[in-house]
DNA sequence: TTCATACTTCGATGCTAGTCGAAGCATAAG
DNA sequence: CTTATGCTTCGACTAGCATCGAAGTATGAA
């Protein structure tokens, strides 16, 4: 009847438990092998190496081999961003899967999200900025305050650089686990790249799980959620350690 | 092993190609009938009922009873831009639709992208402005230039209204029939309905298909595709009828 | 009431596509 | 060489789901 782009491809593509499972794997950015995919989508290898071949021809996933591993990971950024819009929109219609997994409470804690921070510390950090008023919000988006800046480039956050790009310094990205909001944009991927260099954090091999180490977690929430800062900070709950 | 959104029943939904006709549809922001759907997605009215069924109970569309019709829309912004993103990415990578129907002409010359203009004579819009300086490219986001300001206001475009509201005035949008760009955002919806309400223009009843006039069409080329306007204005080809 | 239209539900059918076992390549190590 | 590992291909099986005919419900018209 008619003609055009097939969304019914791509949501097929999509639409396969095991290939979204192998598909939200790759949403922190890294590459990996066809095994470990495998074991993440819970199928064996032979199946697994079937639905990558299609993911594959279908340019959501590029294919870089190294020895006898291949590894895979997202074709591009478009596909992570549609990625996540599907996160979104399927976190609000709360269609979320049941059968819940060992890694459940360290994903819930601290995560990646795309490229950038989420999870409970991610939130925590989103209202800490709002509440101590280096981050505002305007017409429901988030904008960094002059004391934000300040802030931001005592840590080592090299703001103008940032500035000069395309893309959004901040966004906010609404978390399915906690029903809240992180702060995404170019601001929330240096941050959370910053926590690594300082120690702070890193992240589990092959997941989504960011661990934070004690003293990490302490100093992030020093740094950025003192409420007792600039306001006096009653605009967000406190929620550290709601579950 | 993992928990949080599944985004595999969301692309379930929309990968059988009978709910992606559907959906698909559903983009120009109208409501249609159960049987209307059923024609355009190529299935009996049973089979129409079940998708319906589905789509509804996962909150992507909503129902509205009238009389002994049944209307369906799009359940919220959000479907519509999820599928506008799916929409872009299958055009980009290539998945289209081999089976072309009678609409086909007509859509690629005109028809409704979400609730803007999109196809020939939306990229030929989107290429005048270029041309004749109203618009300007800056980091591939278009904006308004002084001139296009006036011109807007002069053909009625109440432009101090639309800067006040959240979203962006000027967005560019890419069309999957002509692989360009044309014009989205909030100025990019009131020049369709600007075209409507002069009578240049009108929606074909259940499809995404716009007819312009014989005149509505010239008045459109000469109101904002003169080339000879202020500028030497070969930044842009001209593509009008180049099927 | 009777008839017509719009839509849903039920039941049966048929086909697509995901799944895994077994075997086949390819690369690396001993 | 032989052995081990990582991955692909082939083939067969099966489950799930889209599909439609037939019957059932709801609204409107005559």
Redesign the interface.
Known sequence: ?????????????????A???M???LMAGGALTASKLAA???VTVQTASSHLKKLES???LIQRKQGRHRYFALADD??G???E?????????????T???P??PA??KARVCYNHLAGELGVALYDGLLASAMLDEV???PVLTEAGRERMMQFGIDLAALETQ?RPLCRSCLD??ARRTHLAGSLGQTLLSRFESLGWARREAASRVVHFTERGETELLATFCRQDQNSHGNRSQRIMRDT
Chains 1, 2 share one sequence.
Do not use: F, Y
Request: charged share 30%; no cysteine.
């Open positions: 009847m008619k003609e055009g782009p097939d969304i019914a491809q791509l949501g097929a593509l999509i639409g396969d438990p290939r979204a499972n598909l939200t794997a993440e989508a819970g279908a340019d959501l478009d596909v961003a549609l990625l819009t599907m996160m979104g929109l399927a976190a609000r219609r709360g269609l979320t899967r059968r819940t997994g890694k459940d994903l819930r017409d429901g988006e395309r399915w686990s």
